[in-house]
Structure formats: C-alpha cells, structure tokens
C-alpha cells in the first residue's frame, strides 16, 4: 500500500464576523466549552497533520494569545483581509518546502467530525486530484457558494451567491468551505485569482475554475451529514451550533449508559467524561474537564466545573463545583459552593450553604449546614456543626486551618486559623478558637453564662410603673 501523504492544515480565522457584533473575534466565541477555532484545530487534530497553520487578521493579538499554549500551531498574519484566496495565499512562506495535502478548513465552521475529514482526504488521495471540495446539499442553501457542474457531471466552477444568477441561486448543492488542495500547484495558481466580483474580494473558490482551464482534475466529495458544514456568522447560528454540540455529547453519553432525564437542558461540554448508570437531571452544566464516576446522581440546575467525581456521589440541587475532587460515595448539597482546590474524602458529607474553598476533607467527615470552610484540612470522621467559620483571612496573608481525625466542632464556632484542633477534640458550641487544641480536650471559647433570677419580672414591672405617670 502507498503511504499517504502528508497532511498540512490551514485554518482561515483572520475574518472580521461583523454580523456577530462583538469586541471579540468571531473564531473566539465559545460553543460547548471550546472556541470554534479549538473545535476546528482539535478536530483537525484527527488527521496527524505535519504542519498546521491558522490565518490571523482581525484582533489577531486576542487570536495569538488564544492558540499561544498549542506549540504547533504557526500563525500568519493576513493584512489587510481581501478575501479567502487572499488569505490562504498568505501560508506559503510557512510551506515552503513542503509538498503532500492541504486540507482548508475555515475557523467558523465547528461541527465537522474526524470521519468526515478523513473521507475528504481519501477521496482527494484516491482521485489524485489537484483540489477536492467538500459540498453539502442543503435545502435552503441561502449563504453558501453554489456548486455549477458541467454537462458531464463535473464540477466546473462556484459562484458566490451575491454574483449568482437566480438559475444558480436555486441550486442547492453548495461549498462547503473544506477543501483538499495538492500543495504543488496551489500557490502558483491562487496568484491568478482576480477580485472582479461583488464584494471586490480575492475569492478562493475561483480558483476552481482555474484549475479546471488548466485541465486538472477537480473533484468533489459531497458530506452526508450537511447540518456539519454549518458556520457561524451570526450569535443565532451561535446558539444553533452549541445546541447541536450539546446534543451530540448528550447522545454520546446515553449511548454509553447514562441516563439524562431531559437531554434538551442538560449542557455537557467536549472533554466531559461521565461513568455508567450515572443519572443527570435537568439544568445540569458539566464544563471543563469533568470527569464523573458511575452511579453518581446529579440533580437538577448543578453547574460542575473541572470537578472530578468517584462513583456513587450524590450532588443534590442547584450546587455550584470548581476544580474540586469529590470521593466515592459522597453527598453535596442542596446550595452547596465548592470552590477550586478543595478534596472531599470518601463518603464525606457536605450540607446545605457550605462553602468551601481549598478545604480538604476526610473519609466520612461531614460539614452539614451554613458554613465556610476555606484553606483547612479536616480529618476521617471529623464533624463540623452548623456555622462553623474558618477565619482564614487577617486582611494581608491566608492562614491554615487544620482539624484531626474524629474531632468535633460544635455549631457556631469561629476557628481563626493559623489554629489546630487534635485529633478527638471537642470544641463547645459558640466558640471563639484562638489557641490550639490538644488532641481529646475540650475547648470553650466563649464567656460562661450566668442567669438573673426574677430579672423580667422586675423589668416588666418597671415598664408598668412608667406607663402610668
Ligand atoms: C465562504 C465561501 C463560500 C462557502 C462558505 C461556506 C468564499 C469567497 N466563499 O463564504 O463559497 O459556501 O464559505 O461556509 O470563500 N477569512 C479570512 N480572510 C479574509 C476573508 C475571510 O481569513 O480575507 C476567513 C473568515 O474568517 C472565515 C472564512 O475565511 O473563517 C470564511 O470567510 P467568510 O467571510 O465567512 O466566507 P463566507 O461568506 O462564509
Ligand atoms: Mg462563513
């Protein structure tokens, strides 16, 4: 079998997207977790290219900064942005040398899969055509370059819509945008592409037709899925794309044994992982890197952001978890606040209005109700009562918390940290902790009570001697 040859990839991404009216370049809005432009790189991704270029014109330091933790990825600046032919013509210092397959794919354009680029290449390499454009027949294809095919069948050219005829505006197999182009001619031939057009613009799909004056082989391989091809130009088509991306994790999922009560609410992001039998209500976010154990419930209008779960955890309502690691067994919530670097242990509970905030619990401790718990290690077993505050804060620096194994706090307290409570300590209710706590004492913070016999009598009888004067 020959060996295929290489692949190079260039992402068009230097557009302004005016129709989007926005601060932020268009192939930066996020659609399920990832910017188009990433949704675009990762699925490229896929195809093991050599190189991979990405076009960069409008805002293109925001675009820079964007891809500046992907070391292959060059950029190369189009300035100013007179159209697609325009700006692929712009790679050729970063390919020069180069030979194999330029694959074309355009930043906006996010829902293309890795089997649909691969068939793309196979037909391209199959064909050994000079160029191979992807088509998709759409129904309304109002937008889209039209594919005009000659007699024979074969593609001759693509007309813009604005410089199309009515005739050619009621054809509905359209450009796609995704091509596969012989590196050897390329360059050479975008140079011939003139911008006598509607918009004045160097169009590269003209230059289908001059390949086809040249006598080389153009052809077409036409997607079967053509909601793919679709491309974001506006924040209506935004919202279309998330929710396909939505729906397709959703689908992923349940096919691998989740149930999902009502998919339509439910917003998984790409990279989220969740275990079988696992069970997520409506409302339910799962962003970032998630991972979510089996057998774990999440009910509804929970938001989990880079949380990692072990299997059977329970996350009751409406809680909120950032770049927190949750054990096997475990219960959240209702209204609970976990804030980044926080680890709760195995079959630990944590209760109604907690916050905690890189606060490391044990095995089985439990913090149940109306507290904050924030840089703190709290030992298996410990038990923190309802308004517990860890005082970590003296307005300059954070201080540590640490609380032992089976230790408990009785409501109400205030810890103000650096402080240590012993493995087995009590600590009364009402406290004010200053100063460590031996292992196995009992620490009162808090002024004794003393009780006034006859007080309210006496008072109450005042009141009756004034109200008659
Ligand atoms: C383009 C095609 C059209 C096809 C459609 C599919 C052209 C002229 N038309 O139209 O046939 O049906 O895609 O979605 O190619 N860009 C640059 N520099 C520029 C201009 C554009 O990098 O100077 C980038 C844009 O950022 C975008 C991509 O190229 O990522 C496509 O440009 P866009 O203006 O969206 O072209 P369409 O009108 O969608
Ligand atoms: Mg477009």
């Known amino acids: 079998m020959p060996t295929p040859s290489p692949v190079h990839i260039v992402v068009l991404a230097a ?34 290219p050599t190189s991979t270029t990405v076009i ?105 819509e604005r410089d199309a005829s009515q005739t050619e505006r009621d054809i509905k197999e359209v450009n796609a945008g995704i091509y596969a182009f012989d590196l050897a001619p390329l360059f050479e031939a975008l140079r011939g592409i003139g911008a006598t057009n509607a918009q004045n613009e160097y169009y590269l799909p003209d230059l289908i037709a001059i390949y086809r004056q040249q006598r080389r082989t153009v052809a077409t391989w036409t997607i079967p899925h053509a909601a793919e091809v679709r491309g974001v130009n506006s924040r209506a088509e935004l919202a279309e794309v998330a929710r ?35 069970i997520l209500y409506p409302g339910v976010m799962l962003q970032g890197h998630t991972s979510v154990g089996r057998e774990c419930t999440i009910y509804p209008g929970s938001r989990l952001v880079n949380a990692s779960l072990g299997d059977g955890v329970t996350v009751l309502d409406h809680c909120l978890i950032t770049d927190t690691h949750i054990g096997h067994q475990a219960q959240v919530g209702p209204f609970a606040h976990l804030r980044p670097g926080s680890r709760l242990g195995n079959k630990s509970k944590v209760g109604n209005f907690v916050e905690l905030k890189k606060a490391s619990l044990g095995d089985g401790a439990k913090i149940n109700h109306l507290s904050y718990v924030g840089d703190a290690t709290v030992g298996d077993k410990a038990n923190i009562g309802a308004g517990t505050i860890t005082c970590n804060y003296d307005g300059a620096h954070k ?24 493995d087995n300590a009590y600590v009364a209710a009402g406290s004010t902790v200053t100063l460590p706590v031996p292992a196995d004492a009992l620490a009162v913070g808090r002024t004794r009570q003393q009780n006034k016999d006859g007080w309210a009598a006496r008072r109450r009888a005042r009141q009756q001697a004034s109200s008659h004067d």
């Open 15 to 48: 557009g302004k997207g005016t129709r989007m009216k926005s601060a932020r370049p268009k192939v930066l809005h996020e659609a399920a977790g990832l910017s188009l432009l990433r949704h675009v790189l990762r699925t490229a991704d896929a195809l093991s």
């Open 56 to 160: 960069v014109g409008h805002e293109h330091a925001q675009v820079t900064a964007h891809l500046a933790d992907l070391p292959d990825v060059t950029t190369v600046l189009q300035e100013p942005q007179l159209g697609t032919g325009h700006a692929l013509l712009q790679a050729e210092a970063a390919l020069a040398g180069r030979f194999g397959t330029l694959v074309l794919l355009s930043g906006d354009v996010p829902l293309l899969t890795p089997a649909t680029l691969s068939a793309l290449v196979a037909t391209h390499d199959a064909t050994g055509a000079a160029a191979t454009v992807m088509t998709a027949m759409l129904e309304r294809p109002t937008g889209y370059g039209r594919i005009i095919r000659a007699e024979g069948g074969d593609i001759s050219r693509i007309v813009e």
């Open 244 to 278: 396909l991306l939505y729906s397709r994790n959703a689908d992923d999922l349940m096919a691998s044994g989740v149930t999902l009560i009502n998919p339509a609410t439910t917003c998984i992001d790409v990279g989220v992982s969740v275990g079988a039998d696992s």
């Open 399 to 422: 201080h540590q918390t640490v609380i032992g194994t089976g230790a408990f706090v009785g409501s109400n307290s205030t810890l103000v940290a650096p402080v240590t409570i012993g």
